[in-house]
């Protein structure tokens, strides 16, 4: 059995393959089984993961803060000279 795609048939996203129903369910079932049988080590854990998880979120949800900075230095250029910008 041969299958021809055609130049127009887009690839097909991993995310709505079987093949990713298999790995959320492998996942699932693996962090059921650590939470059961370890749960004394990951509840020792959260502290750290908290610690962890605070330089993550100032990476990835403060990096609007340099384009703020970057527009209000754009304003003073666009004050003190007569470009347009």
Known sequence: MKH????DD?????WHSRHAVG???????????????HSAHVLGALP???????PLMHL???HGHRHAKN????TDDKESS????
């Open 82 to 85: 007569h470009e347009p910008h």
């Open 23 to 37: 790995l959320l369910v492998i996942g699932a079932v693996a962090g059921y089984f650590l939470l059961t049988e």
């Open 4 to 7: 021809d795609h055609g130049p």
């Open 71 to 74: 527009d209000k230095q754009g």
């Open 60 to 62: 990835f949800m403060h």
């Open 10 to 14: 887009p690839p097909k996203d991993f």
């Open 48 to 54: 750290y993961l908290l610690f962890l998880a605070c």
